[in-house]
């Protein structure tokens, strides 16, 4: 498992499988009743496409918290490259426990992966470059804190999880104080312990951020030319983040310009589930 990977908030997670079970299950799985109480069967779960895997912790809650017992033996760590009709794990236990937790284990499975899998095809793109990949508020909702973990197993990077781990000053906020300095005074005031950040769209706001004292600088919607120019401007004094039309055709230009952080909405807002299936077999 890649050192970067951290683990996902265990309330966090139990909340996240409970609310997807109960919206599935709802007063009962209806289907499952045609199986036996007792009845025991086995599974495993197959991947028809290459993948970077992200979910195994959701993956597993599914099964468990409808068979604590249930036995799950996995072929691949989450971050590990898997290649197309690989068999990713094996499950044993409870019959009805399979069926029933089935789809729900596959949701988080399919579309954390393909979250880290497309942060792996953008990190991939940036090797030997300095800047980093991060991620963007632009979650599913329910799911921020899930697509953040398969950030992370893609080998990027997360910016602020919410509102509330991070100050961001952007142009609304600076209308509202009236002007960036005065955004980034009533900032460090409330919350002299956070990261402050301040989106920028021109040069003057450029240098008033620098003047401020801010932690990072967000380059809104800047070229590729105004890019180079404020890294040569700012010479190392504050990180410089860019955003906006990122993709993996524009990401080498982006990253040959020297900024230190390029952050993707695309990472966890353009998700295509990656193609898995289930096959379960019945004990006699």
Same mark, same amino acid.
């Given at each position: 498992?890649?050192?970067?990977?951290?683990?996902?908030?265990?309330?966090?997670?139990?909340?996240?499988?409970?609310?997807?079970?109960?919206?599935?299950?709802?007063?009962?799985?209806?289907? &499952? =009743?045609?199986? /036996?109480?007792? $009845?025991?069967?086995?599974?495993?779960?197959?991947? *028809?496409?290459? +993948?970077?895997?992200?979910?195994?912790?959701?993956?597993?809650?599914?099964?468990?918290?409808?068979?604590?017992?249930?036995?799950?033996?996995?072929? &691949? =760590?989450?971050? /590990?490259?898997? $290649?197309?009709?690989?068999?990713?794990?094996?499950? *044993?236990?409870? +019959?009805?426990?399979?069926?029933?937790a089935e789809r729900c284990a596959l949701n988080f499975l399919q579309t954390l992966s393909a979250t880290a899998t497309l942060t792996a095809q953008y990190v991939a793109a940036l090797r030997g470059a300095r800047a980093t990949i991060l991620d963007t508020r632009k979650t599913l909702p329910g799911l921020r804190h899930a697509q953040k973990y398969a950030v992370r197993c893609g080998g990027g990077s997360n910016h602020r999880i919410g509102l509330f781990d991070a100050i961001l000053i952007k142009e609304n906020h600076i209308a509202a104080a009236g002007s960036l300095s005065a955004a980034v005074r009533a900032a460090r005031a409330h919350h002299p312990q956070l990261l402050l950040e301040v989106e920028v769209e021109n040069f003057d706001e450029l240098g008033a951020a620098i003047a401020a004292g801010v932690?990072?600088?967000?380059?809104?919607?800047?070229?590729?030319?105004?890019i180079r120019r404020a890294v040569a401007e700012v010479a190392g004094r504050v990180p410089l983040e860019v955003s906006g039309s990122v993709n993996l055709g524009t990401l080498p230009a982006l990253a040959a310009t020297g900024v230190d952080y390029i952050s993707i909405g695309a990472l966890t807002k353009h998700v295509r589930a990656i193609d898995l299936s289930m096959r379960i077999a019945f004990d006699a």
């Amino acid at each position: 498992m890649p050192p970067l990977i951290i683990p996902p908030d265990p309330q966090i997670l139990l909340r996240d499988v409970e609310h997807a079970l109960a919206e599935d299950i709802g007063s009962g799985d209806v289907t &499952a =009743d045609l199986l /036996a109480a007792g $009845a025991q069967a086995s599974a495993r779960v197959i991947t *028809r496409e290459p +993948a970077t895997l992200a979910g195994r912790p959701w993956f597993d809650a599914c099964f468990r918290a409808l068979d604590a017992s249930m036995q799950i033996a996995w072929a &691949a =760590d989450d971050g /590990a490259q898997i $290649a197309a009709n690989a068999t990713l794990c094996t499950l *044993r236990g409870s +019959a009805r426990a399979l069926v029933g937790a089935e789809r729900c284990a596959l949701n988080f499975l399919q579309t954390l992966s393909a979250t880290a899998t497309l942060t792996a095809q953008y990190v991939a793109a940036l090797r030997g470059a300095r800047a980093t990949i991060l991620d963007t508020r632009k979650t599913l909702p329910g799911l921020r804190h899930a697509q953040k973990y398969a950030v992370r197993c893609g080998g990027g990077s997360n910016h602020r999880i919410g509102l509330f781990d991070a100050i961001l000053i952007k142009e609304n906020h600076i209308a509202a104080a009236g002007s960036l300095s005065a955004a980034v005074r009533a900032a460090r005031a409330h919350h002299p312990q956070l990261l402050l950040e301040v989106e920028v769209e021109n040069f003057d706001e450029l240098g008033a951020a620098i003047a401020a004292g801010v932690d990072r600088i967000m380059l809104d919607e800047f070229s590729i030319d105004d890019i180079r120019r404020a890294v040569a401007e700012v010479a190392g004094r504050v990180p410089l983040e860019v955003s906006g039309s990122v993709n993996l055709g524009t990401l080498p230009a982006l990253a040959a310009t020297g900024v230190d952080y390029i952050s993707i909405g695309a990472l966890t807002k353009h998700v295509r589930a990656i193609d898995l299936s289930m096959r379960i077999a019945f004990d006699a």
